[in-house]
């Protein structure tokens, strides 16, 4: 086994500079159990971080890691130009677990791509183009996402795509607008009707947003945000898109997923980290309707 010492020389000699490590002296981790992992030097750490919130359900989980085993030995990759029994048997899963009418998935492989996904299909829905996002968020990491995010330092190469537009986050902590719950009326989510009314054809494909923003600061919107916002949303011809890549499997408590909190219901959701406990998988799932029309 290397050693922390060559481990980070084989890092910055053979990986790019911009993945980031945590810690002036980084952690060389070599295994987890639970909710600990040690590193190559055979300290145990307590892990409250989980993989940026996505072993859910502890490392080297015993039912995870058998079932994993069990499939690697059968088949490990198909394509989806066959059908199979798990991918179909966790589709319906999900939509037993999912608020409302959500039961129609497509599988991906990480958040990003399921946050892609879901903006092509309410483009192609709604046959409009732009998209209402919000200020401090974070979509993922390709040049579609990376325009959806909210933060500059996530945002590497500029603004590439045109039709996103931004809107005030709910940001009770810090108002934007220097204002007080309840007592502004909410005025952050009425911001969304501002930016629609101003900045675009007045016609949208999608309001996407995290129920809580994760990257952003964990930022938790005033009990009336969502209906007001989705009901925006939806009149100006778009669809509300629930991004629970990091709020969905419990990780919020109480709820499978964050947005139950706001007793709204999306259109479209996206999940991927807590559902697979590390293994790349991501989904976008929606209502029979609006899947039908995503052909092709």
């Given at each position: 086994?290397?050693?922390?010492?060559?481990?980070?020389?084989?890092?910055?000699?053979?990986?790019?500079?911009?993945?980031?490590?945590?810690?002036?002296?980084?952690?060389?981790?070599?295994?987890?159990?639970?909710?600990?992992?040690?590193?190559?030097?055979?300290?145990?750490?307590?892990?409250?971080?989980?993989?940026?919130?996505?072993?859910?359900?502890?490392?080297?989980?015993?039912?995870?890691?058998?079932?994993?085993?069990?499939?690697?030995?059968?088949?490990?990759?198909?394509?989806?130009?066959?059908?199979?029994?798990?991918?179909?048997?966790?589709?319906?899963?999900?939509?037993?677990?999912?608020?409302?009418?959500?039961?129609?998935?497509?599988?991906?492989?990480?958040?990003?791509?399921?946050?892609?996904?879901?903006?092509?299909?309410?483009?192609?829905?709604?046959?409009?183009?732009?998209?209402?996002?919000?200020?401090?968020?974070?979509?993922?990491?390709?040049?579609?996402?990376?325009?959806?995010?909210?933060?500059?330092?996530?945002?590497?190469?500029?603004?590439?795509?045109?039709?996103?537009?931004?809107?005030?986050?709910?940001?009770?902590?810090?108002?934007?607008?220097?204002?007080?719950?309840?007592?502004?009326?909410?005025?952050?989510?009425?911001?969304?009707?501002?930016?629609?009314?101003?900045?675009?054809?007045?016609?949208?494909?999608?309001?996407?947003?995290?129920?809580?923003?994760?990257?952003?600061?964990?930022?938790?919107?005033?009990?009336?945000?969502?209906?007001i916002t989705a009901e925006i949303a939806r009149r100006y011809g778009?669809?509300?898109?629930?991004?629970?890549?990091?709020?969905?499997?419990?990780?919020?408590?109480?709820?499978?997923?964050?947005?139950?909190?706001?007793?709204?219901?999306?259109?479209?959701?996206?999940?991927?980290?807590?559902?697979?406990?590390?293994?790349?998988?991501?989904?976008?799932?929606?209502?029979?309707?609006?899947?039908?029309?995503?052909?092709?």
């Amino acid at each position: 086994m290397l050693t922390k010492k060559e481990i980070l020389e084989k890092q910055r000699r053979y990986l790019w500079p911009n993945y980031l490590l945590y810690y002036r002296e980084p952690l060389a981790l070599e295994r987890g159990e639970g909710l600990h992992v040690w590193d190559v030097e055979g300290n145990r750490y307590l892990d409250f971080f989980g993989g940026i919130l996505t072993t859910s359900v502890g490392h080297n989980h015993p039912k995870v890691t058998e079932r994993a085993k069990a499939q690697v030995e059968k088949i490990i990759h198909t394509s989806t130009l066959y059908p199979h029994e798990n991918m179909v048997r966790l589709a319906e899963k999900l939509a037993e677990i999912t608020p409302g009418r959500l039961e129609t998935s497509y599988f991906t492989n990480s958040g990003t791509e399921a946050n892609e996904t879901a903006i092509t299909l309410a483009k192609a829905v709604t046959g409009y183009t732009e998209v209402i996002a919000l200020r401090h968020a974070y979509s993922g990491r390709s040049t579609l996402s990376m325009n959806l995010t909210g933060i500059a330092s996530w945002r590497i190469g500029g603004t590439q795509i045109p039709g996103i537009k931004h809107a005030l986050n709910p940001y009770c902590y810090r108002c934007p607008l220097k204002m007080t719950y309840p007592q502004c009326g909410v005025a952050c989510a009425e911001d969304v009707e501002e930016v629609i009314k101003t900045t675009t054809s007045g016609r949208i494909a999608a309001f996407i947003a995290e129920p809580i923003q994760g990257v952003g600061g964990f930022i938790t919107p005033p009990p009336e945000y969502f209906k007001i916002t989705a009901e925006i949303a939806r009149r100006y011809g778009g669809l509300f898109i629930a991004d629970e890549v990091q709020t969905g499997f419990g990780r919020t408590g109480t709820h499978w997923f964050g947005i139950e909190h706001w007793g709204v219901e999306p259109d479209v959701m996206t999940m991927a980290k807590g559902i697979a406990n590390g293994f790349p998988l991501a989904n976008t799932i929606t209502t029979s309707e609006i899947a039908e029309q995503m052909k092709g």
